[in-house]
DNA sequence: GGCACACACGAAC
DNA sequence: GTTCGTGTGTGCC
C-alpha cells in the first residue's frame, strides 16, 4: 500500500539573512531550502518547527530533535549526515575530519555536504576548509558566515 | 550496466 | 598559486 495520504506542509519566511523554507510531510521533516515560496501549508509541527528556527537564528542554542525523512537519500549520504549531527554547537570541523570519520576523501565529503537537504538543521555550515576558509555554502556563503556568527564560533 | 565528469577538498610542488 | 590525487553522485550512452 502506497497511498498518497501525507500531506506535504511548507512554509516560508524571512529571516535575517534570507527567506528559509521547511518542508514537512506530516511529523516528518522533508527539505529546508533558502528560498521563498508562496505556497504556504501550516500545520501544528510546521509552526513548531519554524518557531525553533526563529530562535535559533536570534541565537538561542536550539537542539532540533526532529525526525528527518532519509529515504531518498544513499546510505552513505545518511552515514555523512548522520556524523555531522554529531558535531557540537559553536564547534567546527573540517572536511578533512569529517572524511576520516565517514572513512572517504575530503573530495567525497563536500559532494555529499553539497546536497545537504537539511541545512541548519544538520549543521553543514559547522564545516569549513582545513585552511581556515570558509569552504561553500548551498544557500550562500552569507548565510554560513551569518550562521557561525550566530553560534559565536571564534573568528566569525 | 558502464563510463565520464563534476565537485562545498587537501597536499604537494 | 597551480596541479594532481581523490570518493561519491549524476547523467549520459
Not at 500500500?1 to 529571516?15: A, G, I, N, W
Not at 530533535?65 to 554529531?86: A, H, M, N, R
Request: hydrophobic share 35%.
Amino acid at each position: 500500500m502506497q497511498s498518497e495520504s501525507t500531506t506535504t506542509y511548507m512554509v516560508s519566511f524571512k529571516t535575517g539573512p534570507g527567506f528559509i523554507t521547511v518542508e514537512a510531510k506530516d511529523n516528518k521533516l522533508t527539505r529546508i531550502s533558502f528560498k521563498n515560496t508562496k505556497e504556504q501549508r501550516e500545520n501544528e509541527f510546521i509552526r513548531k518547527l519554524k518557531k525553533d528556527i526563529q530562535s535559533y537564528l536570534r541565537g538561542e542554542k536550539v537542539s532540533f530533535g526532529y525526525p528527518l525523512d532519509f529515504s531518498s537519500l544513499t546510505p552513505f549520504q545518511i552515514k555523512v549526515f548522520k556524523l555531522l549531527q554529531e558535531v557540537p554547537y559553536s564547534k567546527t570541523i573540517s572536511y578533512k575530519e569529517l572524511a576520516k570519520k565517514a572513512k572517504t576523501s575530503p573530495r567525497a565529503a563536500g559532494r555529499i555536504l553539497a546536497s545537504n537537504p537539511f541545512p541548519v538543521i544538520i549543521p553543514c555550515h559547522r564545516v569549513i576548509n582545513s585552511s581556515g576558509a570558509l569552504g561553500g555554502f548551498s544557500g550562500g556563503l552569507d548565510w554560513k558566515k551569518y550562521l557561525l556568527k550566530i553560534e559565536r564560533v571564534e573568528g566569525f
